[in-house]
């Protein structure tokens, strides 16, 4: 997950991003060759990669480790969860690899717009496998109530910092 599949949807999601700051908003995609050309080995990697997850067998974790947060599994629970659930877990994996594949397309297209689009139905699928395998107990904080001291404050024409 770190090394390949993270790295890689990082790479595909930094090639077209939106980044606000006080001078503005910034706008940036692949404009060079070379920044296409990463972009696509990103891509790729990301959808070869799933062919890893898919093998039959393979442990969740070399070695056992403890659930990271509230409501998250620990690799004991995570590998009972899908040796039960293997159809659905190989399921992600292919609607990964679509997504993954709409990313190479766009990129060939060199449609940075149709890159986003794909960008976030990656983002879709690590999340909903995600809540499936890893976190399904996920404890999401309410938002504070209006008297708790700990929320933010928001006014018309200022931004939250
Ligand atoms: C087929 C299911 C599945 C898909 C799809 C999936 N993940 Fe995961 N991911 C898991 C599971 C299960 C874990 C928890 C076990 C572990 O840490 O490997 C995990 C853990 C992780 C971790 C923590 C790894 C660590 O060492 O702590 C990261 C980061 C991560 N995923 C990123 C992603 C991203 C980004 C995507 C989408 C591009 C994605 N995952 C797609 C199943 C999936």
């Not at 960008?119 to 999340?127: Q, Y």
Request: proline residues 6%; glycine residues 6%; charged residues 25%.
């Amino acid at each position: 997950m770190q090394a390949e599949i993270d790295t890689s949807a990082d790479g595909v999601w930094n090639a077209v991003e939106t980044i606000s700051t006080q001078a503005g908003i910034e706008e940036h995609q692949p404009r060079t060759p070379e920044e296409w050309v990463a972009a696509r080995s990103a891509a790729i990697t990301l959808v070869e990669a799933t062919n890893l997850l898919v093998i039959d067998g393979r442990r969740v974790g070399a070695k056992e480790f403890p659930a990271e947060a509230d409501g998250a599994l620990d690799s004991v629970h995570i590998q009972d969860l899908v040796d039960a659930r293997r159809p659905a877990f190989n399921g992600f994996a292919a609607a990964l690899r679509e997504a993954g594949s709409r990313a190479i397309a766009a990129i060939d297209a060199k449609d940075p717009v149709a890159l986003v689009r794909a960008g976030g139905e990656i983002d879709a699928v690590c999340e909903a496998c995600h809540l499936t395998f890893w976190y399904p107990g996920q404890v999401i904080p309410a938002f504070p109530a209006a008297n708790d001291p700990r929320r933010p404050i928001f006014r018309a024409g200022t931004s939250a910092k």
